[in-house]
């Protein structure tokens, strides 16, 4: 009888050793705890971990005030201050479940995920984390902030679901997708951020907002340079509207066509916007709503003042427009054809339209200025 229980003793003494020994690639291992009790239930030894337990696995270390690890299984439940930590990286959760087959970990409640390389933190309530290939599943009201490297303003994304991977420093966000920084609102129902390139692209119904500009189409693509949106690309039935203030006048420019462009300023302005393929623009003043300047062509730049107003349109390709004209000596509207027409504005209102190729053009003035010039002259009397 002592002898069977020397056996069971020592059985369980070389157990625990295994369980102190050296770790190997693609084991965990456990490294120390304050207490450890063992039993064996139906055959598997199941071992009850208390105070400062520290389990490695290759690059990672997991620490958490209690797990319960169920040896031949493979599996380990973590509780109580569970941190999974590696270099540079760090996921905290309340509860921790490994499972050695799958190297996968169930994380559940109070995720935070931060990766201080890239000044990346990520929350949520449930997640999967692969320790092999470094894949991060979230759900739970996901939320993912990079800071801005000048503390300006971070850039926030939402969403129904989101998924990290951290091989290519990439987030995929699906359903309820909103992501914001400083004027930039951006919505759709999928999107692909990249945190190295400093890049975002939204799929599915994508709508931006950016100070008084809208965006729509197909796919929209966030391009940030050194924490600061640079562009804006729009491909597939692009669509946008600019609003603007000039002088007490609210000035709204509309364009669309197959794909577009909108190119910022180091400050943020908008500095230019190009248009391909099937363009229509239209610009007015809402005071004068029935005086719609219209545009169309192939191809078409609008580029802004430092004031942030249209400063001149050219149109490419078939260009045709229509464009209101108020001067000292007259007002009217001009419609015109070429191959290419250059357009300039000065608060609010055209100033010079300029025609090259293939020229046609009428200019009908205003039924005011009409009645004016074909009025008789009034008879002067002789002294």
Excluded at 131 to 148: I, S
Excluded at 305 to 334: L, P
Aim: charged fraction near 25%; charge should be positive.
């Amino acid at each position: 009888m002592k002898k069977n229980q020397f056996l069971i003793l020592l059985m369980f003494l070389c157990l625990a050793l295994i369980g102190f020994a050296k770790p190997k690639n693609g084991s965990l291992i456990l490294k120390s705890a304050d207490s450890m009790d063992n039993i064996m239930v139906g055959g598997n030894l199941i071992s009850e971990l208390k105070g400062h337990v520290v389990f490695e696995y290759d690059d990672a270390v997991i620490h958490s005030d209690y797990a319960k690890w169920w040896r031949s299984e493979g599996m380990v439940n973590f509780s109580n201050h569970v941190v999974l930590s590696r270099p540079q990286q760090t996921l905290n959760a309340d509860f921790l479940h490994y499972e050695r087959d799958k190297k996968l970990c169930t994380a559940n409640g109070n995720l935070l995920f931060i990766d201080r390389d890239k000044r990346l933190r990520l929350t949520g309530q449930q997640g999967f984390y692969n320790l092999q290939t470094r894949y991060f599943w979230v759900q739970g009201n996901p939320y993912l902030v990079q800071r801005d490297s000048t503390a300006r303003d971070s850039l926030t994304i939402r969403g129904t679901t989101m998924t990290y991977t951290d091989s290519t420093k990439s987030a995929t966000v699906v359903d309820n997708v909103i992501i914001r920084k400083g004027d930039l609102n951006a919505v759709g129902q999928r999107a692909y951020y990249f945190s190295q390139r400093q890049r975002a692209n939204l799929r599915v119904n994508p709508h931006i907002t950016y100070k008084t500009n809208t965006l729509t189409g197909d796919s929209v693509d966030l391009i940030f340079k050194q924490d600061t949106l640079r562009g804006v690309s729009v491909k597939g039935n692009s669509d946008g509207r600019y609003r603007e203030n000039s002088k007490g006048d609210t000035l709204v420019t509309t364009i669309a066509g197959d794909s577009m462009y909108m190119s910022m300023t180091d400050s943020g302005a908008v500095d230019s916007i190009h248009v391909f393929r099937d363009v229509k623009g239209t610009y007015y003043n809402i005071r004068s709503a029935a005086q719609v300047n219209e545009a169309s062509g192939k191809t078409m730049t609008l580029s802004f003042n430092k004031q942030g107003n249209v400063d001149r349109a050219t149109i490419w390709g078939n260009a045709k427009s229509t464009y209101y004209v108020d001067e000292q000596d007259g007002s009217g509207k001009t419609i015109a054809t070429g191959d290419t027409i250059r357009v300039s504005f000065a608060d609010g209102k055209a100033r010079r339209i300029r025609l090259t190729g293939s020229v046609r053009g009428s200019y009908i003035p205003t039924v005011s200025d009409t009645l004016k010039s074909s009025a008789p002259k009034q008879a002067v009397k002789p002294r």
